[in-house]
């Protein structure tokens, strides 16, 4: 019963490196993005997919970047990582396509720290 | 511009007695709504959600009602146990739920024995 898998779960970066974040779900949802959690601010979207091949940006998208090549798997990549990016990664997905509202399902997190 | 407001940061409620969570809304196209339960270090997991067609949905002890002439919608938990102590995020979607959920910034909920 592996729903949402996030890797790795703590990572810590210097500034200006590069990572990626891996999500992988094996619920064939169509629909999946990502959210950073900070402390008072909740959860905020970064980037989402609708569908393979498809990706736009949400709230907070400057700074990271994502692909969607397959429907099981949306990495979400920091291009040269900031301080500011320092923070707790959500991915999350969900059927997409039923018009009568969708259940969203989390992955366990990522905490990410930059020094 | 927050559009999913959550004016409670945190809320302490006696054990058996009812918790009841705000959330404000202002985009007026929403019209699909889930909540959320987070427990530290875990991912956020599913409570309980209601479309803009009905103004109450209950499943057990959690009840949310909407309210969209006040751009509103509340959960509330009756009876509160220990367990329910977590962080409470209310989400809205403006396309019937079927993705791009905007959450608010959730209320931490302290049941006390």
């Known amino acids: 019963n592996a729903g949402v898998t996030q890797t790795p779960k703590f990572q810590v970066l210097k500034t200006g490196q590069s990572m990626t974040l891996q999500c992988a779900q094996d619920m064939n949802h169509e629909y999946m993005s990502w959210y950073r959690q900070d402390p008072g601010m909740g959860l905020r979207l970064i980037h989402y997919?609708?569908?393979?091949?498809?990706?736009d940006q949400g709230e907070v998208p400057n700074g990271y970047n994502v692909s969607r090549s397959t429907t099981e798997d949306f990495p979400l990549r920091l291009l040269s990582a900031a301080p500011s990016q320092t923070s707790v990664y959500f991915c999350?997905?969900?059927?997409?396509?039923?018009?009568?509202?969708?259940?969203?399902?989390f992955g366990e997190g990522s905490w990410l720290t930059v020094v | 511009d927050q559009q999913v407001k959550q004016n409670s940061p945190s809320l302490s409620v006696q054990e058996g007695r009812i918790s009841i969570l705000n959330c404000d809304y202002t985009?007026?196209?929403?019209?699909?709504f889930l909540w959320y339960k987070k427990y530290p270090a875990e991912g956020p997991t599913f409570l309980i959600s209601i479309s803009s067609i009905k103004d109450k949905n209950e499943d057990g002890r959690f009840t949310v009602f909407l309210n969209k002439s006040a751009k509103h919608l509340s959960l509330h938990i009756v009876p509160s146990q220990p367990g329910d102590s977590a962080v409470y995020f209310c989400a809205a979607s403006a396309n019937s739920g079927t993705y791009k959920y905007i959450f608010g910034t959730g209320t931490r909920l302290k049941v006390l024995a």
């Open positions: 999350a997905s969900s059927i997409g396509s039923s018009i009568s509202g969708n259940t969203i399902y």
């Open positions: 985009n007026s196209m929403f019209d699909y």
């Open positions: 997919s609708v569908g393979a091949g498809i990706t």
